[in-house]
């Protein structure tokens, strides 16, 4: 049996890593030979394991989700296009390996990458900013950021608050710095940008505006509401004021109320899932109001979990749920 350099198959670590990521029932079990504090302190192991363990550098299927927007990211990591009539913006790179699986993703629906005009995203870790500068160099797409991730994007994240210097990835040059509330509009999309920080400085959450056979839509990629292991959420010495930052975070997304959702995770708005479904129902499968706020809601739960335990007031959200209820 072929085994990691951890010696933990792909399902455990997966598992592992969703509960760690807070994106499941928290009652699963750590693999064995990896504890919390290790994904906590060692950044190289998490980084490893989220790679193998959620297959972020592996290829999926692209998928037209609504209208103009097409989903053409990683297995794990999601990336999005969108199609207007005067050229493309692309959401999201996944890491820097997956430039080529994005472009022939896009091909394969009968796209052209030389037509992306724009990139935006979500916030500027390796996961999702990994391939910015690819794009940038093989196509010349301009990149739009959030004035709070400009520095780390142009840096390639080093520095980071949490990962130091541990996630560097081609930093590049961004062409507009955008503020809170400030938006795009190319041809019939448009696409707001409001300043969600937390997860970073300037994660930010796009809104999409579209209209589907006349019909108009609210599309959301929520971002910023959720922390990794080992961030720090009180009393954080390198990010005074991130617990203010994430309860802000919260409240807004709290107050959109989407149609549809997605996400710069998969497992986040259950991709396979959906797209499955919509082989039969269409457009119906991907709408899900209901799910946006559950997910709002879990993420505000860990963190407010995850203050208490700094504070020492009670268990972590992971051992009261192993509990009976
Ligand atoms: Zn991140």
Known sequence: MKHS????????????????????GVSQQLPKGVTPEDLATNNKLFLELAIKGLKWEEPAEPVRIAGPIYFVGTWGLGSFLFTTSEGHILMNTGMPSSGPMIVASIRKLGLKPEDIKLMINGHAHIDHAGALSF??????AQLAVMKDDVAAMESGDRDDFKYANDFVYPGLKVDRILRDGDTIKMGEVLLTAYHTPGHTRGATTWVANVIVDGKPYVVAFPDGAGFNPGYRLVRNPIY??????????????EMLKPDIWLAQHNEYYDLEGKRERAKTEGLKAWIDPEGYRRFIAEKKR???DQVDLELGAKKSAAQSAAQPK
Do not use: C, N, W
């Not at 005074?240 to 997304?253: K, Q, S």
């Open 135 to 140: 794009f940038k160099s093989q196509f010349g």
């Open 302 to 304: 860990a963190f407010e």
């Open 240 to 253: 005074p004021g991130i617990a203010e930052d994430y309860r802000r975070t919260h409240h807004l997304l």
């Open 5 to 24: 350099s951890v010696g933990l198959g792909t399902a455990a670590i997966s598992a592992a890593l969703l509960v760690m990521l807070g994106t499941r």
